[in-house]
């Protein structure tokens, strides 16, 4: 594992290909957050999940924050 990547359950997320996405809903930054698997959009109020890895960059898969 390199020093790019934060482990994840299901592995190595890369931290590049984290840094690289943005909400496609407001084009702000994500964050990551490790313990739910899911990509934060402050600016949406969005959370993405990451399924297998995978970041799931769906407004009808994300769950709303309050």
């Keep these: 594992m390199s020093d790019?990547?934060?482990n994840g359950p299901t592995g190595p997320i890369d931290r590049r290909m984290l840094e690289a996405l943005v909400c496609p809903?407001?084009?702000a930054p994500l964050s990551y957050d490790a313990e739910k698997q899911e990509l934060i959009s402050k600016?949406?109020?969005?959370?993405?999940?990451i399924?297998?890895?995978?970041?799931i960059m769906l407004e009808e898969e994300a769950r709303k924050l309050d």
Aim: net charge neutral; aromatic share 6%.
């Design 4 to 6: 790019g990547d934060t």
């Design 25 to 27: 809903m407001t084009q």
């Design 43 to 49: 600016a949406a109020h969005l959370a993405y999940p």
């Design 51 to 55: 399924r297998g890895g995978i970041p």
